[in-house]
């Protein structure tokens, strides 16, 4: 039977490729997201994927969302957290609660997701975990305090899981995009987006093919000997 794989934020931008991807590698896709209902639906209706709307970021809402999905269609063995915000602004100018969105969001959902499916996945002795990092966790980046924290932090978190899933069979990556073109980096005001994309050595921004090409390969069942590691994918911007 297929491997069942939820795509955190699965519905739009690199994740609606990274699930569609997963699908075109003959897994059971599962694609969550947080409140566009329209995109989730027309996105489902096109890929005959099931959608789930939950909050990442609420402990509550992931584990009630797992065991539906548990129940509806199967225990989950390959996850890949993508789901994440920014909510940018100087230090000065950051409240605190913008910092608790992001680092909620980004990386508390880690937390959510993969607490709730290893168990599975280690009494399996099988389990593939994505977490989609940034560019801006390893190299920082102006006003993004909570999100260069919070992709940071994903790194750290990879790699301490990945110790704790490899001799049960689960590998534990992370990728770290480059620039994309998705809605996140559409919001980039015009001309700071011309100095990003001249500052990338392929000369162009990413596509979500990209990134979801890394994560098919990280989730093939016989890649097993890869774990704990970062994925860079960034066109050469930052070479970590
Ligand atoms: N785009 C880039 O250049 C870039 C670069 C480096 C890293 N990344 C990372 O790559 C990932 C995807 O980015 P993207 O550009 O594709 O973002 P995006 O186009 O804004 O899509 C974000 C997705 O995450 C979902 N989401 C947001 N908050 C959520 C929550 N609390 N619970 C559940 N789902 C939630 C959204 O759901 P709705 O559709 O309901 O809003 C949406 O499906 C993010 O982790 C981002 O930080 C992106």
């Known amino acids: 039977m297929a491997r069942v794989a939820l795509v955190t934020g699965g519905t739009r931008g690199i994740g609606e490729e990274i699930s569609r991807a997963l699908q075109r ?3 059971t896709v599962v694609a969550t997201y947080a409140s566009n209902d329209k995109a989730a639906e027309a996105f489902s209706k096109e890929t005959g994927i099931r959608v789930y709307k939950f909050d990442a970021a609420n402990f509550e809402e992931c584990s009630a969302a797992v065991t539906k999905i548990t129940a509806e269609v199967g225990p989950i063995e ?3 957290n993508n789901a994440g915000i920014t909510r940018d602004g100087t230090l000065q100018k950051m409240s605190r609660d913008m910092w608790d969105a992001v680092i909620d969001t980004n990386l508390g959902s880690c937390y959510n997701l ?3 499916t290893f168990e599975h996945m280690r009494n399996s002795k099988f389990g593939r975990i994505v977490n989609i990092g940034s560019i801006n966790g390893q190299a920082g980046q102006y006003g993004q305090v909570n999100y260069a924290a919070a992709k940071s932090g994903i790194h750290g978190f990879t790699k301490a899981l990945a110790l704790e899933g490899a ?3 689960i590998t534990v990556n992370a990728i770290a ?4 073109d998705t809605e996140m980096v559409r919001a980039v005001p015009p001309d700071v987006l011309v100095k990003i994309v001249a500052r990338i050595p392929v000369g162009r921004l ?3 093919g990209d990134i979801s090409r890394g994560v098919v390969f990280l989730t093939d069942d016989d890649c097993d000997f890869v774990t704990g590691s970062t994925l860079s994918i ?3 911007q930052h070479m970590y």
């Open 167 to 169: 001799r049960f069979g």
């Open 25 to 27: 590698a003959g897994r």
């Open 234 to 236: 960034n066109g050469g």
């Open 206 to 208: 990413g596509k979500p």
């Open 114 to 116: 993969c607490k709730l």
């Open 177 to 180: 995009p480059g620039y994309v």
């Open 78 to 80: 390959i996850l890949v």
